[in-house]
């Protein structure tokens, strides 16, 4: 049985492959309760660490506090399944909010040296490597610089 509305696309679960990339700090496969917890810290999202505990056993099939990536994309399934179409508006918002952060000198676009620089800003550094991936998923046109629509389109 399929939770949510639809499928993911290919892009799509590259892009939640190299979420889940980033929450798995040590890179083990599995993402525990306290890379979970820094991950949304650094979004302004503190929780307690029990409720980060209860998310992760709600999330994981068998109940434990661990999250491999399988697990990861069908528990953001279930999470979009959940909110209400008008999201939409407030995610755009969200979004532009989101890229401003990362277009520092308000040209339109961000290149991978000032995603680099903001992923490391939140305390959240990214290899070279999730930086080509992001980029060459992103950018239609190939010229390297990641513009607000596929931005977004990289989130929605």
Known sequence: MSVGRREFTEDELKELRIAFDLLDRNRDGRV???????MLGKLGIPLKDEMVLRLLR?????GNELLNESEFVTWVKKIQSLLPEEVEDDTSKDLIAAFRVFDVERRGYVTKNELRAAMEMIGEPVTETQLNDFIRSATTDKDGRVNYEEFARQFT
Do not use: D, V
């Not at 525990?32 to 820094?38: A, C, G, M, N, Y």
């Not at 709600?58 to 068998?62: E, G, L, N, R, V």
């Open 32 to 38: 525990t309760p306290s890379e979970l917890q820094f």
């Open 58 to 62: 709600s999330a994981s099939p068998s």
